[in-house]
């Protein structure tokens, strides 16, 4: 794996230059390519004056978002960056998704989205249905404090959320290829709570010893890679545990695994990653288990 392109989606109301610049610490693990997408809503331009006037919100808006876009990557090429525009008109998903497939970007880049309760309700948030659909990496970047102020380095203090899925090993591999912009890595295995409460003392022993060993090989990997890596092993409500080894360990970023899922199974059975991603103040970095 690598991570030397990154689509950086930006409604500029969520997302802006400093956001991007904090992630800069990717250059150390190779990238040097930035694509940019705005995606302007048909709410934005609803004819509201016949098509004379559609055509001219239209134009307007494209506008505005040619001229930020400028503004940001001559910053970039001042760095000796490439960098790449794109500009839509429609639903958000779909043209992420289109954009990230043609330009081949390792990771994608966006703020949380959702969307009107009740549409929530049945549809789910918009966040959820990118990472259903993607086969990307998608980071989800939420600023660090209500101040709205920026980490230096998001890439800073992982926690590695494992499961020993088949996502576990894609977290795995694509954290290793972010290699020099991480400075330490905390691996942590939840056991559930309704797993250890159906078995013997003995049984819990062993499978707190079997979980071990597991979080150390994992380690060893890290740490033979020259990465500062720490195992966990918690018992509890996944993603609560996830959110106390966050607080416990200083954590910068949050990277998980996730399945692609179907909106309703999604919605009731529900997703660790998925709503942490949309509920975590922290950064949420989620690895597709079918991640290209």
């Known amino acids: 794996m690598k991570v030397s392109k990154i689509l950086f989606v930006s409604e500029f109301e969520e997302l802006w230059l400093d956001a991007l610049q904090s992630l800069m610490a990717l250059r150390k693990a190779g990238m040097n390519n930035v694509v940019f997408l705005h995606v302007i809503s048909r709410d934005k331009v609803a004819m509201r004056r016949g098509a004379g006037y559609l055509k001219q919100e239209e134009r307007k808006l494209k506008e505005i978002a040619d001229i930020r876009f400028i503004d940001w990557a001559e910053t970039l ?5 490439e960098v790449v525009a794109h500009i839509a008109i429609g639903n958000i998903v779909p043209k992420i998704l289109s954009v ?12 949380r989205r959702k969307r009107a309760k ?3 309700l049945y549809a789910g948030s918009e966040t959820s249905d990118l990472l259903r659909r993607t086969v990307k990496p998608v980071l989800i970047y939420n600023y660090l404090s209500q101040s709205g102020k920026v980490g ?3 890439f800073e203090r992982l926690l590695l959320g494992l499961d020993w899925s088949v996502s576990s090993e894609k977290i795995l591999d694509y954290v290793l290829a972010l290699k020099g912009a991480v400075k330490r890595v905390d691996i942590v295995h939840v056991v559930g709570e309704k797993d ?6 003995m049984e819990v022993h062993k499978l707190e010893r079997s979980n071990k060993k597991r979080l150390d090989e994992v380690c060893d990997i890290l740490v ?7 195992p966990h092993l918690y018992i509890g409500k996944v993603e609560e545990q996830i959110q106390k ?3 416990e360990h200083r954590t910068t970023m949050l990277v998980l695994g996730a399945k692609r899922r179907s909106i309703w ?9 998925h709503s942490l991603a949309d509920k975590s103040d922290l950064p949420v970095l989620i690895v597709p288990a079918e991640v290209k």
């Open 196 to 201: 250890v409460a159906k078995i013997s003392r």
């Open 77 to 81: 090429f001042e760095e000796g960056m």
């Open 152 to 154: 230096e380095n998001p």
């Open 245 to 247: 080894a966050a607080s």
């Open 100 to 111: 990230a497939e043609i330009e081949g970007v390792d990771l994608i880049i966006t703020a």
């Open 224 to 230: 033979n890679e020259r990465f500062d890596a720490r």
């Open 118 to 120: 009740l549409e929530e």
């Open 265 to 273: 199974k999604e919605k009731w059975s529900g997703s660790a990653a």
